[in-house]
C-alpha cells in the first residue's frame, strides 16, 4: 500500500503517529512513496551530479545547483561509479 498523492512530507511517522493514536509502522506504510518513483528519482539526481561534474563542476558548485549539500554530492557521485553510471 503506497500514498495515493505522494508528496514530501511535513512531519515524521512518528509524529503523525502521536497525533492519529497509531503506531509509526503504520504511518509509514500508508504514506510510503513508491519504491519505483524512489528509484527513479534517485537516478535523476546521480545522473544530474555527475553530468555537472564531467562538466568540470567542483563539489561545492554542483551542491548550489541542485540545491544539497556537498556530502550529498559525494554520495551521488559514489552510487554514481558504484551503478557504472559515471567513469573516473
Not at 503517529?17 to 506504510?29: D, E, F, M, N, Y
Not at 544530474?48 to 564531467?54: D, F, K, R, T
Request: charged residues 30%; glycine residues 8%.
Amino acid at each position: 500500500m503506497t500514498a495515493e498523492t505522494p508528496a514530501r512530507r511535513q512531519m515524521t511517522a512518528r509524529e503523525g503517529a502521536a497525533r492519529l493514536g497509531v503506531s509509526p509502522r503504520t504511518i509509514q506504510r500508508i504514506i510510503a512513496e513508491p519504491r519505483a518513483t524512489f528509484l527513479a528519482r534517485a537516478a535523476d539526481h546521480r545522473k544530474q551530479a555527475a553530468e555537472l561534474w564531467e562538466r568540470g563542476f567542483k563539489y561545492r558548485e554542483i551542491a548550489e545547483e541542485m540545491g544539497c549539500s556537498t556530502g550529498t554530492v559525494g554520495k551521488f557521485l559514489h552510487d554514481a561509479r558504484k551503478y557504472g553510471e559515471l567513469k573516473w
